[in-house]
Each structure stands twice: as C-alpha cells, then as structure tokens.
C-alpha cells in the first residue's frame, strides 16, 4: 500500500528556476495539501483542495501555484525560486475534508541557491 | 485565528523515564486535537487524537487528555524507550479544511 507519495525526495535550484513537486495518493482521499516545515516554525499550510478541481491558499501561499486535475494527484509548483523557499515540504492527504487525519508523504527536501 | 503552543525542546531523558510534553491551544469552538510523531528522515505520522473535552487519546503507551476548561493537551508516557526518540507535533483542527501545528518538540532518549 503506496499512500502517499512524493518526488523528489530532494533537490536543489538556483534562484529563478522553476519547479515541480509531485504528490500522489492511492487512498481515494477528497482532500489533499501542501505544508513547509522550517526549524521552529512547526508545519505551515501553503494550499490545499478538497476535491479535484477546486483549491485554496493557506497560510504561505505566495511564491506557489497548484492545481488538482484528478483525485489523485495534488502538483505543487514553485514559479521562480528564492532562498526563502528552502524548506522541507509536505504533502498530505484526508479521506474526509479535513477532519485532522492526515496521511503525509514522506518529504521533499529543497535548496535554493 | 486558531494556534498551537507547544514546549520548547529539545527534551533529554533516559530510557524508562517519565515522559510529559505540554500543549496549549487557542481557538474558537470545540477543535478536535492530535499528536503526531515524525521520526528521522519520515514524515509525520498521527500518534493518538481526541475530538471533545475530557476525550483521552492513547496509542502505544503514549496518552493524552483534552482539558477544555485549561486548554490543553498535554501528551505523557509512563516509561520512554529510545525508539520513542523522535519529534512530536501537536495540533488542532476546528473543522475547517485547515489543521494547525505547533513548533514541535524534539524528545532525545538515551540508552
């Protein structure tokens, strides 16, 4: 049972570049997000969807664009890197709409440069 | 808006020591509360929840109880073992389609 599953496990970028941070969930979860992790500041919600084709931003959506064509796949896109965003980043997913459970994947590890 | 403070670690004890890690919440309503334990190089992984006050979340030996009238969900073990080293995150949901997360506290056990 894959879960969730996110690639790359780690990359690095220059400034400017972009990116794209898979996820994917075999669970048939409705709900699926994107958190950063950063030392001392816990987990923090960058966007999230509740069923394909409808997403909202969180509380650090700036810098990111997402979109969510089937139930299974919850893209993160980074549109022109800065080192603010070297972080380790989180997908997750919920059968529900967010009742709290949430599976995670296990990490995306980013540098920018 | 809805948050979550938890302890600053990181915590250091020996192995089959008493384990507490305290968690405050503010928020408005009735939120469900978790923790969840992320192991090295894992993601996070949801240890135990409660979803009203007084409700006591366990999970492998790990315990928590939702005290309402002091905001609080502090999560306790009786004897830590060294693969209970780890970071354990406390959160809150208030039915809404976000979860918040405290800071997380690092729990080192030594052998």
């Known amino acids: 049972n894959a879960g969730v599953t996110q690639t790359p496990k780690f990359q690095v970028l220059k400034t400017g570049q972009s990116m794209t941070l898979q996820c994917a969930q075999d669970m048939n979860h409705e709900y699926m997000s994107w958190y950063r992790q950063d030392p001392g500041m816990g987990l923090r919600l960058i966007h999230y969807s509740v069923g394909a084709g409808i997403t909202d931003q969180g509380e650090v959506p700036n810098g990111y664009n997402v979109s969510r064509s089937t139930t299974e796949d919850f893209p993160l896109r980074l549109l022109s890197a800065a080192p603010s965003q070297t972080s380790v980043y989180f997908c997750a997913s919920s059968p529900a709409r967010n009742t709290g459970e949430l599976f995670f994947g296990e990490g995306s590890r980013l540098t920018v440069l | 808006g809805d948050s979550v403070t938890q302890m600053e670690g990181p915590v250091t004890l020996s192995e089959e020591a008493f384990l507490t890690i305290n968690c405050t919440y503010t928020a408005t309503g009735y939120p469900s509360l978790f923790w969840y334990v992320q192991y090295p190089g894992e993601g996070l992984q949801l240890l135990l929840k409660?979803?009203?006050?007084?409700d006591k979340g366990s999970n492998k030996g790990f315990e928590a109880t939702y005290r309402k009238e002091t905001t609080s969900f502090h999560l306790e073990k009786g004897s830590v073992q060294v693969s209970d080293s780890a970071v354990y995150f406390c959160a809150l949901s208030s039915g809404g389609f976000k979860t918040i997360f405290g800071a997380g506290t690092r729990l080192f056990v030594k052998a």
């Open positions: 409660a979803t009203k006050a007084d």
